[in-house]
């Protein structure tokens, strides 16, 4: 049985949620909350699971592996029906990009300990903070928007007609931009397949709110 140590509200995590639930795989949820007793993270237990003191982890048979993109490989090799990735090298390609542009690109500007690091540090002000997050946000999307409209590989979902990797990586950004109040009037494309992935299971089951530690 697969293991997934999660946070509901942590976008990586619920990157991981949706694929696992786009392959049908049944997981054993470990929650592991970010905020309470000082970051449970922090916890020489989970350390020793992830000494980078990040969720999401997946555990199978025993061995942890970290990094959201990591994971999803992880399960696209072991377990690779229904696909993630399209078969064409361009496609993997192209699908590897999209993913990266949240997950690498906007994603670590704005993950937790970044924002605890403003509060914290550098003292600066919520709406100073929240000004920094749509910052990064609408400069990400922008890119990610372009590479969707003006691509014919662009389907129901990112790649074609089948929802996969990129789109794991898009929905959880947008489900966070939503929290921080960031216009998205200027992304149809993204609304778009937003639309259409959480009429989806899979998705919808994967939200923060339907999680076992949500709060």
Avoid at 24 to 37: E, I, N, S, W
Avoid at 201 to 210: C, E, M, N, R
Wanted: glycine content about 4%.
């Amino acid at each position: 049985m697969l293991t997934l140590h999660s946070y509901f509200r942590s976008s990586a995590s619920y990157r991981v949620r949706i694929a696992l639930n786009l392959k049908g795989l049944p997981y054993t949820y470990a929650p592991v909350h970010l905020l309470k007793d000082g970051g449970q993270q922090h916890t020489a237990d989970y350390q020793r699971v992830n000494p980078a003191q990040l969720v999401p982890t997946l555990v199978d048979d025993g061995h942890a592996i970290g990094q959201s993109l990591a994971i999803m490989e992880y399960l696209e090799e072991t377990h690779p029906e229904p696909p993630l990735m399209p078969r064409d090298a361009l496609g993997r390609a192209r699908v590897r990009s999209l993913a990266q542009s949240v997950a690498c690109e906007i994603h670590p500007l704005n993950n937790l300990r970044v924002l605890q690091y403003l509060d914290n540090d550098l003292k600066v002000n919520e709406t100073t903070k929240a000004t920094w997050y749509r910052h990064w946000i609408s400069l990400g999307f922008t890119a990610i928007e372009a590479m969707l409209a003006n691509s014919p590989s662009t389907g129901t979902y990112c790649h074609g007609n089948t929802p996969g990797l990129a789109d794991c990586c898009l929905i959880p950004q947008i489900s966070n931009s939503r929290r921080f109040d960031t216009p998205l009037d200027a992304f149809p494309t993204i609304q778009r397949i937003e639309q259409a992935c959480l009429a989806l299971d899979a998705f919808a089951k994967a939200a923060p709110q339907l999680q076992p530690d949500a709060v």
